[in-house]
Nanobody
Framework: QVQLVESGGGLVQAGGSLRLSCVASGLTFRTYAMDWFRQAPGKEREFVGIIYRAGGTYYPDSVKGRFTISRDNAKNTVYLQMNSLKPEDTAVYYC???????????????WGKGTLVTVSS
């Protein structure tokens, strides 16, 4: 049974930083691209970034330069380092795994349950 478990969310002031973690089990982690998405209340799920199997990354303009994704295949873990946080970054953050790399939510094979990040102004 595949499980993705996020942690590290919480309340932070604008301009602050948080690091989210996502631990995977039940899958061959190194063979999957890992994505992060977020969903704010009343909004659609939004792509935040992807780290490919070989370690390359891609981010949308909304977070580029502020967010960094990394992975530790020995620990089956993917990280999302978030710096210079803004109130508009407030959302539930989800990690997801895809055997075929994609930035589309519909293309994910597995999802975590999410962790809440709240950025106060």
């Amino acid at each position: 049974q595949v499980q993705l478990v996020e942690s590290g969310g919480g309340l932070v002031q604008a301009g602050g930083s948080l690091r989210l973690s996502c631990v995977a089990s039940g899958l061959t982690f190194r063979t999957y691209a890992m994505d992060w998405f977020r969903q704010a209340p009343g909004k659609e799920r939004e792509f935040v970034g992807i780290i490919y199997r070989a370690g390359g990354t891609y981010y949308p303009d909304s977070v580029k330069g502020r967010f960094t994704i990394s992975r530790d295949n020995a620990k089956n873990t993917v990280y999302l380092q978030m710096n210079s946080l803004k109130p508009e970054d407030t959302a539930v953050y989800y990690c997801a795994a895809s055997a075929v790399p994609t930035t589309r939510a519909s293309g994910m094979d597995y999802w975590g349950k999410g962790t809440l990040v709240t950025v106060s102004s």
